[in-house]
């Protein structure tokens, strides 16, 4: 069941959140992390609970890799039980436990972060995902 709300509208503009995610990922089983979001993770997310996902990227920093994300969504409440349902999902929990015995431990540190525009955004008021 995906869990899908229209965005809020306050006095014209959008109200909307964005999350950042960051996962430090292993160089010897990257190209494995990449196909479980690609194929799984963000099918699951997308399909079943209504996330909103903007863009991806993989990063350095310092000596780590990094694989990054962002989120879009109307509030923190749709976010909170967005995450909470997928969490609990036993497709992706049955997935994360095979593929992590295939090629062993797949993310380390996870860095979450919602992301507060500036006034003064180029973006403030608009959904990131408009001209898709």
Do not use: C
Not at 3 to 29: D, S, T
Not at 42 to 71: D, P, S
Not at 75 to 86: C, I, L, P, V, Y
């Amino acid at each position: 069941m995906a869990i899908v709300r229209p965005y809020l509208r306050i006095e014209g503009e959008m109200a909307m959140i964005e999350q950042l995610r960051i996962y430090e990922i292993f160089e010897n089983n990257k190209a494995a992390f990449h196909a479980r979001f690609r194929d799984h993770a963000a099918r699951i997310m997308r399909t079943k609970y209504g996330f909103q996902i903007v863009a991806m990227w993989e990063t350095r920093f310092g000596e780590r890799t990094e694989f990054a994300y962002l989120l879009e969504w109307p509030d923190e409440a749709t976010k909170t039980a967005a995450w909470s349902a997928f969490m609990a999902d036993a497709e992706w929990s049955q997935i994360k436990r095979v593929t992590h015995a295939e090629h062993g431990l797949m993310v380390g540190q996870i860095e979450d972060r919602l992301l507060a525009q500036a006034d003064y955004s180029p973006a403030k008021g608009r959904s990131l995902l408009q001209n898709r």
